[in-house]
């Protein structure tokens, strides 16, 4: 069950404390994988990548909490941990399977449809087709605004990307959806 941090500051102290690090970051795990995994499966579809791209993501930040000194939130930090490993994840599936750039979607959604865990209905598998059209990053800014209802400010932390940017983006994404659907019905 996902739970929520109360006290960000207090657990970035102890993340920094060996004495208190463990269940600090246990705390973390606790109350970001949920949200995680579900923001990581709308990126590549399987849950078996999903789950293993999840472990890599906590492997990571577990890694690297030296470099976390606080400046960006917990959340934040997470999640642009997990954008990086979806992209290195896609990319490398892309270049195992000699999936050119132009043909990835069509890639996409053959997993998708083979995911013994996809039990979306018509209307989903068109969603998700349509979601898979778009270039990469405005699949991700689509993806972390529509599913996570991620602020823009924060995708912006995530990002890296100014949120003037990001707003653009969404709006272009959603405007191709709808195109999309709507050509499709």
Not at 98 to 109: C, E, G, S, T
Request: charged share 30%; hydrophobic share 40%; with cysteine.
């Amino acid at each position: 069950m996902q739970q929520h941090l109360e006290d960000e500051e207090d657990v970035v102290k102890r993340l920094h404390d060996p004495e208190t690090q463990r269940s600090a970051f246990s705390q973390i795990v606790a109350a970001y994988s949920e949200k995680l995994y579900w923001h990581i499966r709308k990126m590549v579809l399987d849950h078996e990548d999903a789950n293993d791209i999840l472990q890599n993501t906590f492997l990571k930040a577990w890694t690297n909490l030296d470099s976390f000194r606080g400046d960006a939130k917990l959340s934040t930090w997470m999640f642009k941990i997990a954008v990086n490993e979806c992209i290195t994840f896609l990319n490398k599936q892309r270049m195992m399977n000699n999936v050119p750039i132009d043909d990835a979607d069509v890639y996409m959604l053959q997993t998708l449809k083979a995911d013994e865990y996809f039990d979306g209905d018509e209307i989903d598998e068109k969603l998700q087709k349509a979601i898979l059209t778009l270039p990469e990053k405005q699949r991700i800014v689509f993806t972390m605004k529509y599913y996570d209802d991620m602020k823009y400010e924060d995708m912006s932390g995530v990002l890296g990307t100014s949120v003037g940017a990001l707003k653009a983006s969404y709006h272009h994404a959603v405007k191709k959806i709808e195109a999309l659907l709507t050509n499709d019905i």
